[in-house]
Nanobody, 125 residues
Framework: QVQLVESGGGLVQAGGSLRLSCAAS????????MGWFRRAPGKEREFVVA????????RYADSVKGRFTIARDNAKNTVDLQMNSLKPDDTAVYYC??????????????????WGQGTQVTVSS
């Protein structure tokens, strides 16, 4: 099992940047795929980005491609989300998620087993 704690949310003006961080407990962090999801007010939770257990593969939602970058440090048990050129539509609670490493086409699944408590990101216009 892994426990996840997000940090780094806040209020930023449109066009600005924020960096979210997710700290994971446990000694098997390097065997987990990691993801970030978000839930905007009145909307369902949506996928943002994922990174494979090794960091060798990433996958981004079209809405954030070219603006967001995910990175992980398996030595520190952390995964970061650098968010640039933020838009008001990026306003949401952002959640870190983890699952045991997926193989083959399972990598495309949006099913994750462990979730953090979320961190609020608000982008003002």
């Amino acid at each position: 099992q892994v426990q996840l704690v997000e940090s780094g949310g806040g209020l930023v003006q449109a066009g600005g940047s924020l960096r979210l961080s997710c700290a994971a407990s446990g000694r098997t962090f390097s065997s987990y795929d990691m993801g970030w999801f978000r839930r905007a007010p009145g909307k369902e939770r949506e996928f943002v980005v994922a990174i494979s257990w090794s960091g060798g593969s990433t996958r981004y939602a079209d809405s954030v491609k070219g603006r967001f970058t995910i990175a992980r440090d398996n030595a520190k048990n952390t995964v970061d989300l650098q968010m640039n050129s933020l838009k008001p539509d990026d306003t949401a609670v952002y959640y870190c998620a983890a699952r045991p490493r997926a193989y083959g086409s399972s990598w495309l699944s949006l099913k994750y087993d462990y979730w953090g408590q979320g961190t609020q990101v608000t982008v003002s216009s």
